[in-house]
């Protein structure tokens, strides 16, 4: 809202120059490395899960192969083999968990850290409205005040040629 009244403001705001601009600029730059770091992070998290995924149907798939296959005879070195193998792909389905887990919290982490950026850059904004609506206020006191002098000025003038009295001044 205050952003909005700034630019609102019927003052010249050539000559305005915000001091904390650089720092701004700073804070804007951050945020957008942020920015990037977050959409880097969820890439990574949703590959991760897409690879999960893909780990579980290949454990279901194996399952349904070995059930499938199984005989009132069967060869003891090829099930144990399978279930090996099974063990091997649920062990990978638990580190890929853990990983998604630790991108999960890398993420919140991450995320907590763009609000906070991002408060301080809403501030910096409302700091940087505030000091254009000072600005504004400065310059309209200072065309006041010549517009004033310029009054009296032509007052004195007139009053001294003797051409007018007060009451007949606009």
């Known amino acids: 809202?205050?952003?909005?009244?700034?630019?609102?403001?019927?003052a010249d705001l050539r000559g305005f120059t915000y001091a904390?601009?650089?720092y701004m600029r700073k804070q804007e730059w951050q945020m957008e490395r942020l920015e990037?770091?977050?959409?880097?992070?969820?890439?990574?998290?949703?590959?991760s899960r897409e690879q999960r995924a893909a780990l579980d149907?290949?454990?279901?798939?194996?399952?349904?192969?070995?059930?499938?296959?199984?005989q009132p005879r069967p060869d003891p070195h090829m099930h144990q083999r399978g279930l090996g193998y099974l063990?091997?792909?649920?062990?990978?389905?638990?580190?890929?968990?853990?990983?998604?887990?630790a991108l999960c919290e890398q993420k919140a982490l991450l995320q907590a850290d763009c609000f906070a950026q991002?408060?301080?850059?809403?501030?910096?904004?409302?700091?940087?409205?505030?000091?254009?609506?000072?600005?504004a206020n400065d310059a309209a006191r200072a065309a006041a005040a010549e517009a004033d002098r310029s009054w009296i000025g032509r007052l004195y003038y007139r009053t001294a040629r003797g051409a007018e009295s007060f009451?007949?001044?606009?």
Request: proline share 3%; glycine share 2%.
């Open 87 to 101: 063990a091997q792909l649920r062990g990978h389905i638990q580190e890929k968990d853990r990983e998604i887990e």
């Open 167 to 170: 009451e007949n001044l606009p």
């Open 36 to 47: 990037n770091r977050l959409a880097r992070l969820r890439q990574s998290l949703a590959e």
């Open 20 to 22: 904390l601009a650089p």
């Open 1 to 10: 809202m205050k952003e909005n009244a700034a630019q609102s403001v019927n």
């Open 118 to 135: 991002q408060r301080k850059i809403d501030g910096l904004k409302e700091h940087r409205a505030d000091a254009i609506q000072e600005y």
């Open 57 to 70: 149907l290949d454990f279901q798939s194996q399952v349904a192969h070995l059930q499938l296959n199984w």
